[in-house]
């Protein structure tokens, strides 16, 4: 029997599991289906990294199916077989393992890991493969630099272009709060692509439980060594408010500290049990074992017959999806410097299946900054995670596994324009080098939220001619100025090609135009000042 026939075959057993297990599963929302149609014709066309962000509970896991039939079922991709197909996280959860082996066709069950697995069992498979798809689900969790995922990634050499493109390895990643992943994408240049994913009808989102005053501003339990009684008789309130709307009893859901110990855990299960005297109280904690019976809870709470108060310990957040129907109000763990991306993925009420008398108490600074982040881009936001910072109102990485990945700087500047004669040496300036004086004018620029203005440029012009460096030969020259402080447009300058030694303009970001005048450009970045003469009329 011929490979070619093999393949086939192969192909086909993947598509009638596949096919079978759709008919077991609820039915793809129109959203989801156009959303994995976008990253498969992005694949198509020759991303080898699509990032996919939805907000929480909107369908990505399914999305993620539909986009494994789509590959499927084109025959363009070659060589699809379950020995290729690969769903990782970095979350360290059992139980994300077996909700997601759930979800998709039992033959798949070998190829899904969670953190705890990638380096025996993951990184052995995916070695020496070609032609494999890996999805990698809530991929904000352990991504940063010399963490887990970075370190897996790099030693399959997933964080390399020319590997990925020669072995045609594919990498579809997921999340809702993607963090400082979102704005290294723009270091993949060319080969990287994000869809947003669109919820589906009858989906509740943060920002409707905001608007319907289904959402409050968390606070501590404590304040000043005293109860903060202001903010229980609010938790109160909407406790009873849900009930009432309901028309019976419901779960009420406490998470507490992860530091928390048993005494303090006490007095704030003391508040409760003291105003709610016939209510049932659980209390539930990671290390006594004894967390995963939540889910029984709130799978088995049929008949509800009194209120029931859960005390939870644990980080339960983006890892799972929960049975919604009976639970009424949901009140965050309290935390002063809480991430953003914590308090999206911690309200586990949103979805299509939530009741519409469900409350939470949460970081109300959070959902601001995620609408703000999601309506506007990192360029314009201020999102606070573990992998970004904040500069000049601007989000940044922190550095990830998807940061300036190996082979995309030879496509920011084309080899082919090294020889070009009108390309002039590039002029390198240290900025921690100079004078106090000299470095206050270009430091200050990095650190201003605005685009250079013409006076700053007269400035920068008027220093550089100052500091005798040589570009007075260059008077003539069409002079411009530009910050260079983002990844984006890092990549697109090509500062890692400015840097080499010997290194010289090249027409790479030039128009026709542009590409006939002579110009004097300016790049400016945290470390250096880049001079790039161009001398388009020789």
Not at 103 to 111: A, L
Not at 260 to 283: H, L, N, P, V
């Amino acid at each position: 029997m011929s490979t070619e026939h093999i393949a086939t075959i192969k192909r086909r057993i993947v598509k009638d599991s596949f096919t079978l297990k759709m008919i077991e599963m609820r039915t793809s929302s129109t959203e989801q289906k156009e959303g994995a149609r976008k990253i498969v014709t992005y694949l198509l066309n020759g991303a080898t990294l699509v990032l996919c962000t939805a907000e929480p509970q909107a369908g990505k896991t399914q999305t993620m199916f539909e986009t494994m039939m789509g590959i499927i079922e084109n025959p363009i991709f070659p060589n699809v077989s379950f020995e290729k197909l690969f769903v990782i996280t970095g979350l360290s959860s059992t139980s994300w393992t077996v909700q997601t082996k759930e979800r998709f066709p039992q033959e798949m069950s070998g190829n899904i890991f969670h953190r705890n697995e990638l380096e025996k069992k993951f990184i052995p498979k995916v070695r020496d493969l070609k032609d494999c798809y890996i999805f990698i689900d809530e991929v904000q969790i352990a991504v940063r630099k010399n963490q887990t995922l970075d370190k897996v990634l790099k030693s399959c050499g997933l964080n390399d272009i020319d590997f990925m493109e020669e072995n045609n390895i594919k990498v579809i990643l997921f999340s809702a709060t993607p963090n400082g992943v979102e704005p290294d994408m723009a270091d993949w240049d060319k080969h990287s692509e994000c869809v947003r994913l669109q919820p589906g009808n009858g989906y509740t989102s943060n920002q409707m439980m905001l608007d319907n005053d289904r959402m409050f501003q968390f606070e501590s339990f404590e304040k000043k060594g005293a109860q903060n009684v202001k903010y229980i008789s609010r938790v109160f309130d909407e406790i009873r408010k849900s009930e009432e709307e309901a028309g019976h009893p419901l779960i009420h859901c406490i998470r507490l500290p992860k530091k928390c110990k048993d005494e303090r855990a006490s007095i704030i299960t003391g508040i409760f049990k003291k105003e709610f005297i016939d209510a049932d109280f659980i209390y539930l904690r990671a290390d006594k074992g004894n967390i995963s019976d939540f889910d029984d809870i709130l799978s088995s709470y049929i008949t509800p017959l009194k209120s029931k108060f859960v005390f939870i310990v644990e980080s339960y957040r983006c890892a799972k999806t929960i049975q919604k129907k009976h639970v009424g109000v949901w009140v965050e763990r309290y935390a002063l410097n809480q991430g953003f991306d914590v308090a999206v993925q911690g309200n586990r009420l949103v979805g299509y299946d939530t009741p519409s008398y469900s409350r939470i108490f949460t970081n109300l600074q959070a959902i601001t900054a995620y609408y703000n982040l999601k309506d506007n881009g990192c360029d314009n936001s201020e999102w606070r995670s573990n992998s970004t910072r904040v500069v000049n109102g601007t989000t940044t990485s922190k550095g990830t596994a998807l940061s300036t990945p190996d082979g995309v700087f030879h496509d920011a500047i084309e080899e082919t324009h090294i020889d070009d004669v009108r390309g002039k040496p590039i002029i390198t300036i240290k900025i921690d080098t100079l004078p106090e004086k000299e470095k206050n004018v270009f430091t200050s620029l990095t650190e201003q939220k605005s685009r250079i203005k013409k006076s700053d440029r007269e400035a920068v012009e008027k220093e550089l001619k100052n500091m005798n460096i040589g570009i007075d030969m260059y008077s003539t020259y069409v002079f411009g100025c530009w910050k260079m402080i983002k990844n984006a447009s890092r990549s697109k300058w090509g500062k890692e090609k400015m840097l080499k030694v010997g290194a010289k303009t090249t027409p790479t970001n030039l128009s026709p135009k542009e590409q006939k005048t002579d110009l004097l450009r300016v790049y400016i970045d945290y470390d250096y000042v880049f001079i790039c003469p161009w001398n388009g009329t020789a």
